[in-house]
């Protein structure tokens, strides 16, 4: 009896395929979750534009960005690094490129390089993708709400030996990047921030800041101080 209902069912599934009907087909194979960020992502990258923004990136940015965008300590910040790809939307990595930052080392590069090659080293710094992006909904977090004065202790604290007293960075001989100025400031959400002083950047000293393994054990409030301490230094 139990083989003769599988040959029933067999035979029911059959007459559907010959009818037709794939639904239950369908229904059976596309059960692995889709990353759609992740999937989206890879559908609109151009081998050729990876290419042309590779030979870019080698002409314009790795003297000091180092080969393959490792950073310099002390230069100039990894740009490969999974944390930054993760968090940093286009438009923010776009608009850095193009305009600079203002009292560092970092040029307007808009001035040399037109819009579609800057999108090309994108494309580029893109491919060290370990990961979907969510620089979209970093971007809609809530702005900070902290008291800027706790805020300033805590980056005395912690922040101040590798970015500087005043967030420098590298013109204060700072072994971390120029976080204090409107250059950075006037381009990264509170979103973004939030996300790179819990989780850090790998290949570089900035290590996560948030959880039992973190280098301070900060917790969301008082991250939340320390970004609008940084938001009055604009």
């Given amino acids: 009896m139990r083989h ?3 040959r029933m069912i067999w035979m029911f599934i059959s007459g559907l395929a010959l009818f037709g009907y794939t639904g239950y087909a369908v229904s059976q194979t596309n059960t692995a979750p889709v990353d759609e960020k992740k999937s989206e992502f890879v559908a609109s990258v151009d081998p050729k534009q990876i290419q042309h923004g590779k030979m870019l990136y080698t002409e ?3 003297v000091c960005h180092q080969e393959e965008g490792k950073g310099k300590p002390g230069v100039a910040p990894s740009l490969t690094n999974k944390e930054l790809l993760t968090a940093a939307s286009d ?3 776009l608009s850095t490129i193009r305009d600079g930052r203002a009292e560092t080392p970092m040029p307007a590069w808009g001035e040399t390089l037109k819009q579609e090659e800057i999108q090309d080293i994108i494309s580029y710094l893109r491919s060290y993708s370990k990961g979907p992006m969510v620089a979209n909904m970093l971007d809609k977090d809530h702005t900070a709400m902290g008291d800027p ?4 202790r805590w980056f005395a604290q912690i922040c101040a030996g590798c970015h ?3 967030g420098e960075g590298y013109e204060g001989s700072g072994s971390g990047t120029a976080i204090g ?5 006037n381009k990264a959400t509170d979103g973004f921030i939030r996300y790179i002083i819990q989780n850090g950047r790998s290949n570089t000293s900035m290590r996560g800041f948030s959880g039992a393994e973190g280098l301070a054990h900060l917790n969301d409030q008082e991250i939340d101080d320390i970004i609008s301490y940084l938001r009055i230094l604009q």
Wanted: charged share 25%; net charge positive; with cysteine.
């Fill in 91 to 93: 438009e923010f990595l």
């Fill in 4 to 6: 003769q209902g599988k």
């Fill in 60 to 62: 314009n940015c790795q």
């Fill in 181 to 185: 100025k409107s250059g950075f400031l």
């Fill in 164 to 166: 500087g007293p005043n």
């Fill in 149 to 152: 004065r706790l805020g300033k």
